[in-house]
């Protein structure tokens, strides 16, 4: 099946840094890419969607000026955590549409000390 | 609202046991729903999906049938491997809105020689 990635696997970083994480679709073309947070031992939580060319779309209590999301290319979504403190600390997993299925990519640990 | 419940686990059976994984859901309009698997250390992977009543999702030994009676798509399993060892989530999405898929808790199921 179709493979999406991510960058970095895991990221250890101090409070009040920013962290980008890349998502990419490697063998097909994405126009939607959807951003997960997952707890320990809970669900996948979507965050936001991203479309390639426009704004994201957030959901309900997710901040985004905290999430920064840039779709700039049809195989590339990044999320960028701005001023990260330990609260952000999570696992987030981003995902690509084809034209009949979502892809996950392998998800990227974020650590804030 | 849109959401999914799934039996808590983890789940721990012994090889060539029957596996049954509860999941039932509440959404607004005709959902399409899902069962993805993770296994460790790779990303969500669709394992089988229904889109519209009495539906029978199947693939590597799995089923699940789409209940609108009973709001249920309950994963099947008739004889599990070692190799069936990961995190099941159930799914649904809604027409519209980007297809957004909203997730259950997840099932861990853990198979012994």
């Known amino acids: 099946g179709a493979v999406v990635s991510q960058h970095p696997s895991w990221v250890i970083c101090k409070s009040g840094t920013s962290v980008k994480i890349e998502c990419r679709s490697l063998d097909f073309q994405a126009t939607t890419m959807f951003w997960y947070r997952q707890f320990p031992k809970q669900s996948l939580m979507l965050m936001a969607t991203s479309n390639e060319g426009s704004k994201a779309t957030y959901e309900q209590g997710v901040e985004k000026d905290k999430f920064l999301i840039n779709h700039a290319s049809l195989t590339l979504s990044t999320l960028t955590v701005t001023s990260a403190h330990p609260e952000d600390s999570s696992f987030y997993i981003c995902?690509?549409?084809?034209?009949?299925?979502?892809?996950f990519g392998p998800g990227t640990r974020l650590t804030v000390l | 609202g849109n959401s999914v419940t799934q039996m808590e686990g983890p789940v721990t059976l012994s090889e060539e046991a029957f596996l049954t994984i509860n999941c039932t859901y509440t959404?607004?309009?005709?959902?399409?729903l899902f069962w993805y698997v993770q296994y460790p250390g790779e990303g969500l992977q669709l394992l089988l999906k229904?889109?519209?009543?009495?539906d029978k999702g199947s693939n590597k030994g799995f089923e699940a049938t789409y209940r609108k009676e009973t709001t249920s798509f309950h994963l099947e399993k008739g004889s599990v491997q070692v190799s069936d060892s990961a995190v099941y989530f159930c799914?649904?999405?809604?027409?519209?809105?980007?297809?957004?898929?909203?997730f259950g808790a997840g099932t861990r199921l853990a198979v012994h020689p």
């Open positions: 959404a607004t309009g005709y959902p399409s």
């Open positions: 229904a889109t519209k009543a009495d």
């Open positions: 995902s690509a549409r084809s034209e009949y299925e979502q892809f």
């Open positions: 799914a649904l999405s809604v027409p519209g809105g980007y297809n957004k898929l909203i």
